[in-house]
């Protein structure tokens, strides 16, 4: 890769050292080059907040809070910078506003709005699969206040196995290129298909797949692994389409309601 940088006669030539195409390229220099990109969607002004929140004393973030139009149960999604653990620390904080704590900073929109009696947690791909390993740790530890999940939503979601996934195929590389110190590599008991299911913390499961999804397998066999757990697990399998199609390819007829 050649770059020429404006107003300069000076040629930046770049050696690739990862090529995880159609992702991102990352450059022997540092340089990271995102090549596939989503919108950037703001949330309305007259239906949100935004601002920073400390989670822990190491870790600061931005939220956003969303109050909707309707009176539905809403979803949460959490930011991270150090992935599991960080999304652990985010759900403890949002449910630690259901206790009587009054040595805690609240945030109003949750005290407002939020029904700590229905709470779902969801993500796309590795979204998903983080959604997962933070349900299983509230299974097993417990959440501050006492608070139940009840559901969880995943949709394309990222699990990997060296049964079905080659290690040199896309996923398998990206997970290798973001967690280079993985056990066991793609059957990493974060990544791999997961076990412990019965002690997974929510009642209500919905597993989106898509025809054309290399990870379409995977999400079947832990839809069928749930429902032998006596979980309520509900599939929409999607026709025609491809791993998170309802981001890269959002005009799709398949992601439209009737």
């Not at 930011?79 to 704590?101: A, C, G």
């Not at 967690?179 to 919905?206: F, M, Q, T, V």
């Not at 066999?221 to 429902?227: F, K, P, R, S, V």
Request: proline share 5%.
């Amino acid at each position: 890769m050649v770059q020429l940088h404006q107003g300069s006669s000076c040629l930046l030539v770049n050696h690739e050292l990862i090529d995880l195409s159609p992702i991102i390229r990352v450059y022997k220099n540092g340089h990271v080059e995102r090549i596939l990109r989503s919108p950037h969607v703001p949330p309305s002004p007259e239906y949100s907040t935004t601002g920073d929140i400390t989670i822990s004393s190491n870790l600061k973030i931005s939220r956003y809070c969303y109050y909707p139009l309707c009176r539905t149960p809403t979803c949460s999604r959490a930011s991270f910078s150090e992935i599991y653990e960080d999304s652990w620390k985010v759900l403890q904080l949002v449910v630690s506003h259901s206790d009587e704590n009054p040595k805690m900073e609240k945030e109003p929109w949750l005290i407002d709005h939020g029904d700590f009696d229905k709470i779902f947690i969801g993500g796309d791909s590795a979204g998903g699969n983080i959604a997962n390993n933070v349900i299983l740790r509230a299974g097993i530890e417990g959440l501050n206040g006492e608070v139940k999940i009840l559901g969880m939503i995943l949709s394309f979601p990222y699990f990997l196995s060296s049964s079905e996934n080659r290690g040199d195929c896309l996923f398998s590389k990206i997970w290798g290129f973001v967690n280079p110190s993985a056990e066991n590599g793609i059957d990493d008991p974060r990544i791999e298909k997961p076990s412990r299911l019965a002690k997974l913390g929510c009642l209500k499961i919905l597993v989106c797949i898509a025809e054309k999804d290399e990870l379409r397998n995977l999400g079947i066999c832990y839809a069928q692994a749930m429902e032998k757990t006596g979980k309520s697990v509900e599939v929409i399998d999607v026709e025609g389409e491809g791993h998170c199609f309802q981001i890269l390819n959002p005009e799709s007829d398949s992601q439209k309601c009737d």
